[in-house]
């Protein structure tokens, strides 16, 4: 399940906004205001009315993944007046990401544009800042499809930076009720070097550039002045992390290597690696041993090197070997390992408008305490929600995780869903599964009108894992599948949860496409 910085603070998960709210404009004495609002943009009202003359209430959603497009999708639009915020026009299909970053699937295919949601509005840009008091959010707007497309670590705006340079123009946009979507990032450790060289996988940009450096190392290990030496790192392919995404990409790439390029590059068979790291004691946690076990020795038949209790604590480009990289692994002394690209999927970190947001104080007309923040699980840094999916504050004084926990209240009107909040008590993993539930739940309660009454519960179906050769394994509380029969559950699952008729349709045909006629192996 994604993309803000302290610039604004969107990004795996979503936000944008393009028309302005004069009055609130003209309230700041900031010259950089004042020209945005010269330049002819209009007052937003909150209230807009239906069909009947019946006013509507403004709900504006921050984020475009699972959480913030689940939600939008199912908000009664007769009832409510409906604004999403994100820096990217469309919300991806992650679990299928992995299959575009080798050829098997078309990157379109695990697309949904937002505008087809037919939105009251859409703003692409990133939310920056919210005042609750005065219920306003500061929009940035986003003036690059780059930095839409693909996973970018939080930046700073700084005076004379390329960052602050490319910063586009801000605007605030008023709401009735907020709900925070954001999603969250891709924790790095602050390992030396990640941020720099590494590939995430989040995002269609991120598969992309991912399926180029493949194929790209290919190339230069099949040129005549390339060494052995050389040919081994540019083919090795170093995955770290080992939960279902960095399992799932290391199948699919080994997929793409024996059934389209080993045709292709036969002679540089011998050198080709594919290796995943992990710090656990074991890969793939969240299911029981007996799977765990089947997919390290699925993965070991394949070729498939599975390195646990290993913990990478640099990389670096190589020096000696144009396109390859150096990795500084803690258990192997001074010794580096050389690899020609690395996959980073090793969890995730919070979106920076979700820590601006927790570091700030405020105050509201109906609150008697003087100062108030948002209540912040200590262990994720998410924003902590009750079972309603009602966004909490406590005062500024609480100093223990107790007094928080007895002086905790909603905040009027805001609500948090997805991977950037906590619902208190209950400890959910941050998933798309939990995402999607928790949007449709409370989309449902908004359009009944019972948001404050009916608490939001989580029905767990099932964990899914692709190991390559068309097998995977699944696990439920229900059953257990493993091989074939398990494969063929995890594409009917992820074919049937695809949001539109349209990529219903696309999917089994690139499906199909690439069984048939093989991968599209073109740089391009």
């Keep these: 399940m994604a993309t803000p910085r302290i610039r604004s603070a969107v990004r795996v998960a ?119 008091a005065r219920k306003t959010i500061r929009v940035e707007a986003n003036t690059s499809d780059d930095l839409a497309s693909r996973t970018r670590l939080a930046l700073k705006h700084q005076a004379g930076s390329d960052a602050a340079s490319k910063k586009g123009a801000a605007f605030d946009v008023e709401y009735d009720k907020l709900v925070v979507a954001v999603g969250a990032y891709s924790q790095t450790f602050g390992i030396e070097g990640v941020r720099e060289h590494a590939n995430f996988l989040r995002d269609v940009g991120d598969a992309r550039k991912i399926r180029m450096k493949v194929l790209q190392n290919f190339e230069r290990a099949a040129l005549p002045p ?110 580096e390992v050389g690899a020609g690209i690395v996959v980073w999927s090793t969890g995730l970190m919070q979106n920076p408008l979700v820590q601006k947001l927790e570091a700030k104080t405020f105050s509201l007309p109906s609150s008697s305490d003087a100062e108030l923040r948002l209540r912040k699980d200590a262990k994720t840094g998410g924003i902590v929600t009750d079972e309603n999916l009602r966004v909490h504050t406590v005062p500024r004084a609480a100093a223990t995780a107790e007094e928080e926990k007895q002086k905790a209240a909603p905040l009027p009107d805001v609500y948090g869903i997805g991977d950037c909040t906590v619902i208190t008590g209950l400890g959910l993993p941050a998933t798309a599964q939990v995402a999607s539930q928790q949007a449709a739940h409370l989309a449902k309660r908004l359009n009944k009108g019972d948001v404050d009454s009916k608490p939001f519960h989580f029905r767990n179906w099932g964990t899914m894992t692709y190991l390559g050769s068309w097998t995977a394994i699944h696990q439920s509380s229900a059953d257990e599948l493993k091989g074939w029969m398990a494969w063929v559950l995890w594409r009917t699952a992820y074919l049937t949860r695809s949001m539109s008729v349209r990529n219903k349709i696309t999917v089994p045909f690139y499906w199909a496409i690439s069984w048939i006629f093989g991968r599209d192996i073109s740089r391009f």
């Excluded at 799932?248 to 002679?267: K, M, V």
């Excluded at 011998?270 to 699925?298: E, G, I, N």
């Design 226 to 335: 390339t060494t052995d030496a050389d040919r081994a790192k540019l083919l090795h392919f170093a995955v770290v992390g080992g939960g279902p995404t960095g399992i799932e990409y290391a199948a699919e790439l080994h997929d793409l290597i024996r059934d389209d390029l080993r045709r292709t590059y036969p002679q540089l068979m011998r050198f080709v690696r594919v290796t995943v790291y992990d710090v656990a004691p074991k890969v793939l946690p969240m299911f029981d041993q007996k799977l765990a076990d089947y997919a390290m020795d699925r993965f070991h038949r394949e070729g498939i090197e599975v390195k646990t209790e290993h913990h990478l604590t640099r990389v670096r480009p190589d020096d000696a070997c144009e396109g390859c990289f150096k990795l500084k692994v803690k258990e192997y002394g001074d010794e």
């Design 14 to 132: 979503d936000c944008n906004p393009t028309e302005i709210l004069a009055g609130s404009l003209l309230n700041s004495h900031s010259s950089h205001y004042k020209q945005h609002v010269s330049r002819g943009l209009r007052k937003a009202s909150t209230v807009s009315q239906d069909g009947n003359g019946r006013k509507k209430e403004r709900v504006v959603i921050l984020g475009s993944g699972w959480a913030g497009y689940g939600f939008a999708r199912s908000l009664d639009p007769s009832k409510f007046e409906r604004i999403m915020i994100s820096p990217r026009s469309y919300f991806v299909f992650t679990p299928l990401l992995a299959g575009t970053a080798v050829g098997t699937l078309e990157f379109r295919a695990v697309l949904e544009p937002v505008r087809r949601l037919g939105l009251d509005r859409f703003h692409q840009g990133w939310a920056d800042d919210i005042d609750f």
